[in-house]
């Protein structure tokens, strides 16, 4: 079936405007969740859902990063007043619902290549 | 917060010898491990994962061992072949019956198959 995909593929933006990545989980997958992997590095958390709900969301970098998720499905990553740092791929994952076998398995998407010039 | 720390950072063998990467994890509620490889400019894809209630999985050319005693876990890839050269990364998570935390990545090791 179709895996997760992300939206755009690649997002070339100016310092200081605001920029939205899109997730589109596995169909049924209930748990989401974004990292962020610069060049060179290793993968870093940013935030899971669980349903609609966020329960942790220790992993955004400042609070120009937000995520929201509606309908158990489709979540935006948006950033506010972007920087140079935050140039990377941003990967989203999806898992299946708790309770069913291999739910903690996490899915990966192709990512979205984030450059601020 | 969890901290997994991954060695070594490249790994050059030759093709048919194994290859072994080693993780350490610093936090004791971490329970599952898996491991993530990844071909350049390609997604993370999960090759092998591990519970904290087994010590050691073994998938064809593919096993991983879990010492939670001492946090730390390793891959092993036996007869490695050309196919093999990617980056791993190692992870740790913390699995409860209502869902699972973020993982927390290695830093990768760079895996090169010399012919």
């Known amino acids: 079936g179709a895996g997760v995909s992300q939206s755009p593929s690649n997002k070339v933006t100016e310092k200081g405007k605001d920029v939205e990545l899109r997730c589109d989980p596995i169909?049924?997958?209930?748990?989401l969740y974004w990292y962020r992997q610069s060049l060179g590095q290793g993968l870093e958390f940013l935030i899971y859902f669980q349903g609609n709900s966020a329960p942790d969301k220790s992993g955004l970098p400042s609070d120009r990063f937000s995520a929201e998720r509606t309908g158990g499905s489709v979540s935006t990553l948006t950033i506010q007043r972007t920087q140079q740092e935050d140039s990377a791929v941003y990967l989203c994952?999806?898992?299946?619902?708790?309770?069913?076998?291999?739910?903690?398995?996490?899915?990966f998407g192709p990512g979205t290549r984030l450059t601020v010039t | 917060g969890e901290n997994v720390e991954q060695h070594p950072s490249t790994l050059s063998v030759q093709e048919g010898d194994s290859a072994v990467i080693k993780c350490t994890y610093s936090d004791s509620a971490s329970n599952y491990f898996p491991w993530y490889k990844q071909e350049l400019g390609k997604r993370p894809q999960l090759i092998i994962d591990i519970r904290s209630n087994v010590g050691e999985k073994k998938d064809q050319r593919i096993a991983v061992t879990l010492n939670k005693t001492a946090k730390h876990f390793s891959l092993h890839i036996t007869e490695t072949q050309p196919e093999d050269s990617a980056v791993y990364f190692c992870a740790a998570s913390t699995v409860w019956g209502g869902g699972a935390d973020g993982l927390t990545f290695g830093k990768g090791t760079h895996l090169i198959i010399q012919p």
């Open positions: 169909s049924g997958h209930t748990a």
């Open positions: 994952a999806s898992s299946p619902s708790a309770g069913t076998r291999g739910f903690y398995e996490q899915y």
